[in-house]
């Protein structure tokens, strides 16, 4: 996807302007990676003996990779249900019944004001209250991580189907399509098409969401990993770049899947 139309092409003086700005901006992180490498080794942050339990066997086999299944299996479930959550509620938005149009649009909103930590706290203390059985963490997480993001996936859905040009609709009517053949046939299949960077970066915020489990003692990667490495061996520092490394790579390997499905 090309997004060269977007913008004009800086002039001569703009690139000049641009290359300065840059490098501006580069002396600046470079003048703040340097503090920090430098204020980390004053407090021995980079001493082996708080990196040396990070390569061992066991400590992966026992905190880092439990926790990274529990991440990524909150997030594809979380990622499924709020997918077909969104589709949903984004049809019933685009309705031309008031009827349904108006619930959709209450329901949506709703879930979208409500902070996600609230939704999960809420699923897993809430739970017993309401049906008089606690629902497991992973129930509660992937509850939140449903309602809140297919809220905003129900929002992007819509206005990529609103962004569309009118003569697809009208070209379909015009052939004796019914509306949900419309709906189903033609504008979603171009409107996921259209919106599918928004929709991985919306994912990608998904997977990140996954840590908010620690707060019901959900074993995900920054609750495994984190807490659990830091507490038997005293380097959280560590311990926290090691897991923040992880979660950058699984979230350019989605980046780069979206670039490549977009380019298909």
Known sequence: ??????????????????????????AVLLAVAAFVVVRFDAKDQWA???????????VWATFILPGLIGTL???VVGVVLAGLFGLVFAAARLSDHRWIRVPAATVVEFFRSVPLLLLIFFAFFGSYVL????????????????????????????AGVLSLPKGQREAAYAVGMRKNQVMRLVLMPQALRAMLPALVSQFIVLLKDSALGLIVGYDELVDRGLNGIAANFSNVIPAA??????????NLALDRLAHRLGAA
């Open 241 to 250: 770049i090691l897991i923040a490394a992880i979660f950058i790579v699984i």
């Open 1 to 26: 996807m090309s997004y060269a139309n977007l913008y004009e092409a800086p002039g001569p003086r703009g690139i000049r302007r641009n290359r300065v700005l840059a490098a501006a901006v580069g």
């Open 73 to 75: 299996s909150a997030a």
């Open 131 to 158: 049906i008089g059985v606690n629902i497991s963490a992973f129930a509660a997480v992937v509850f939140g991580l449903t309602l809140y993001n297919g809220s905003v996936i129900a929002e992007i859905i819509r």
């Open 48 to 58: 082996a003996d708080k990196w040396t339990p990070l390569l061992r066997g066991d």
